[in-house]
């Protein structure tokens, strides 16, 4: 897109925080009529910092602009308030933070449209564009960030939790989550018996027990792949929806095109894994971008309306190289703490629930802990 073409964002356009991920800040436009909460957060992922500093990407001709990001999946029915803007209102604004391992979204906006884009239909994934924010908005919306930290009873929403976000109008629901890794890691071990996730949650849940502290919710991504969705639904739907919520999910699952796909291209675009592959490879790149997006998925008002349920994909920013060396400390501790091989020292044993491990071990395993 060029510069001419991309709208602007000034000054006194009020923008509210609705949500944060490791790398970005999601913040909604302010609007006069009351929109549904935002997510009802537990807590930050341990690879999420604090929301410091929003990053500054000064466009280079110094025309008093920051080009950024603007995302989304058209969650919240806005209406329009006058606003000083000239983009549109239903959408979202997306904010990197000022970390190593995020890249200027001018150069994630390119990589988006040219290797990310062209692997979906455009209706598969959340449509992203640039904006120009006038410089001071990222002065002001850091200085905002600071005075929540140090005053966070000031906060007007909670801390976000990246794993389900209401997010929808009150007529709809709305459901985000990530699939994660959907199918094996190429370089995990030929006896696995976790998948990259599991081994994940496993290695994961046991530093939490040796903290006391309560551990992680797990479900496996292959689960997916089998059309079962009973674990992740539990983690994603409060009790009081399940009932309903449940079939409907499980109807979107065992019909969606957009997982199946995702897995598809995961596989392809890596079929080597993290400890050989080339870090400027723009293809592992994307992979590793798949094996981490997020997917929403809009359920209707009502079951009758069901066929017009909406998923998309979206946190597509093509991953930075300086991950590089994270994917393959990972992949080496998972391996070698035989977390995919189910052999972990016996103080941090974990069941193993994974669609890879082998029926009847689970108990036996389980009677093994209750016993120790
Ligand atoms: O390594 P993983 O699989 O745990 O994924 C990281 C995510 O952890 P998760 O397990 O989803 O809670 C992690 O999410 P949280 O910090 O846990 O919210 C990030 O998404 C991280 O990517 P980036 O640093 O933002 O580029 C993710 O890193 P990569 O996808 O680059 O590996
Ligand atoms: N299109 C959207 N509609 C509704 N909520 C959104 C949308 N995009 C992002 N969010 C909210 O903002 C949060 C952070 O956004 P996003 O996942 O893009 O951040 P990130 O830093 O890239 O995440 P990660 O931790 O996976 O790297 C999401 O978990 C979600 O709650």
């Not at 005053?151 to 009150?170: C, E, F, K, M």
């Not at 040796?210 to 969705?229: A, G, I, Q």
Request: with cysteine; aromatic share 8%; hydrophobic share 35%.
């Amino acid at each position: 897109m060029t510069a001419a073409k991309i709208p602007s964002i000034s000054g006194d356009t009020g923008l509210t925080y609705l949500a944060e991920g490791a790398a970005n800040i999601v913040y909604r436009f302010e609007i006069r009529h009351p929109t549904p909460p935002p997510s009802q957060l537990e807590e930050y992922g341990e690879g999420t910092p604090p929301p410091t500093e929003i990053e500054s990407d000064f466009d280079e001709k110094g025309d008093g602009f920051d080009y950024r990001a603007f995302t989304p999946f058209q969650p919240l029915s806005l209406s329009h308030s006058g606003i000083t803007t000239d983009v549109t209102l239903d959408k979202l604004l997306r904010l990197r933070k000022g970390l190593s391992t995020t890249l200027p979204v001018s150069v994630t906006q390119e990589a988006w449209e040219r290797v990310i884009a062209p692997l979906f239909l455009p209706t598969e994934i959340v449509q992203q564009s640039l904006v120009r924010l006038e410089s001071r908005v990222i002065h002001d919306l850091n200085t905002k960030l600071q005075h929540w930290e140090q005053d966070p009873a000031d906060a007007q929403n909670p801390r976000p939790s990246i794993r389900r976000g209401i997010y929808l109008a009150d007529d709809e629901f709305g459901l985000l989550f990530k699939p994660k890794w959907l199918i094996q890691s190429p370089s995990a071990p030929k006896n696995a018996v976790r998948c990259r996730q599991c081994a994940r949650f496993a290695r994961a849940n046991a530093e939490l027990a040796r903290e006391n502290e309560s551990l992680k919710k797990v479900w496996c991504p292959l689960e997916l792949s089998m059309n079962e969705s009973r674990r992740l639904a539990q983690i994603l739907f409060p009790p009081e929806e399940r009932d309903e919520m449940f079939p409907r999910f499980q109807s979107w699952l065992s019909s969606n095109t957009l997982l199946p796909r995702l897995r598809q291209l995961q596989k392809a675009l890596d079929p080597i894994g993290v400890l050989e592959n080339d870090k400027n490879n723009d293809m592992f790149r994307a992979a590793m971008t798949l094996r981490d997006c997020s997917v929403f998925v809009r359920f209707p008002a009502t079951v009758a309306d069901d066929h017009l349920i909406e998923a998309r994909i979206g946190d597509l920013d093509l991953k930075s190289p300086n991950k590089a060396q994270y994917w393959k400390d990972i992949e080496n501790s998972l391996i070698n703490g035989g977390w995919y091989t189910g052999t972990e020292k016996a103080e941090d044993r974990q069941p193993l629930t994974c669609q890879l491990s082998p029926k009847g071990e689970d108990a036996m395993r389980a009677f093994l802990l209750s016993q120790s």
